[in-house]
């Protein structure tokens, strides 16, 4: 006698229904996964932010005030107004000064004041070990939802912005009222200050932030084209959180709103910075991470009230600040 063995097997209508289950199913796990990874980035992005802010506290630990934000020219021999980066170590930005309390000492004594020129009239005559301390990348200094540390003209870049305070509608970056009067962040040799002295009060007053730069610009926006040790008071190092239209006494004021990824040159205002904005903003989709003068990083969402952000944008706006 003969027996036949019967093989079972799927047929390929089988075999096409269990395909298309998977495919549904991984299209469904798809976002939970991009969302995880991008709660991920955002706690990094914060862990950034708590590390400045330590960073800050610290310093005004050992020199008995906040770091400033940097200056353009030779300290020695111009004066505030001068053009376009710091010729010296001294005018280097606040990214650069607070380097020894972020586990980054050694790329600090990269820079050192014995090599300044004497002068700065030579075209080019700026410290000879800047291009040294620029091409060391700095990862706490980028948002991983942003970008990797990359090199742009041979430097390196920074994701977070210092607050400033008000920003004028008129004059220059480095004319009065635009040098940090009202803000965390000053405008290096114009004047210090510490964080008692914030009259708002440190746990409403935004210190350091993330800044609004388009997705298409990375190294090359008004915002994005200096190096991260020295930009001068510049756009790339210090951003605001209220506007001043020089209208009326006093001046009327506005807010200058986080920006999210899809920043546009006008975002709801009668007037344009080009591509040399003020703005804070974020590559996250809902908001963005800033350090207040206390050191907490909190989250505030690109539909914030216009007049809150600029409350906490200013140390002395005297309005009372309610945060949730």
Known sequence: MSFRIQRSAFTLVELLVVIAIIGVLVALLLPAIQAAREAARR??????????????????DTFNHLPTGGRDGHHK?????????????????????????MEANTVYELGTPANDPTTNLAAGAYNSTEDLVAAEAIPGFY?????????????????????????????????????GERGVVM??????????????????TLMVAEKALHPQAYGSDGGDNERWNNAGWDEDMIRFGAHSTGVGIPPIPDSLAPSPPSWTPVVGLPFTYGQWHPYFGSSHGAGINAC?????VRIFAFSIDRDVFRRIGLTDSGEPVTLD
Request: proline share 3%; net charge positive; glycine share 10%.
């Open 77 to 101: 021999l111009d004066g505030l107004t001068a053009c376009c980066r710091s010729v010296t170590v001294h005018g280097w930005n606040w990214t650069y000064k607070i380097l020894p309390f």
């Open 292 to 296: 207040m003068a206390d050191g907490a």
């Open 43 to 60: 706690t990094q992005c914060t862990n950034n932010l708590k590390q400045i802010g330590l960073a800050f506290h610290n310093f005004q």
């Open 143 to 179: 948002c991983p939802t942003r970008r990797n540390p990359k090199v742009y003209s041979n430097a390196f870049r920074c994701d977070y912005a210092g607050n400033g305070g008000q920003r004028l509608a008129t004059g220059a970056f480095r004319d009065a009222g635009n040098r």
């Open 187 to 204: 405008l290096t040799d114009f004047d210090t200050t510490v964080i008692e002295r914030i009259k708002d009060g440190s746990s409403t």
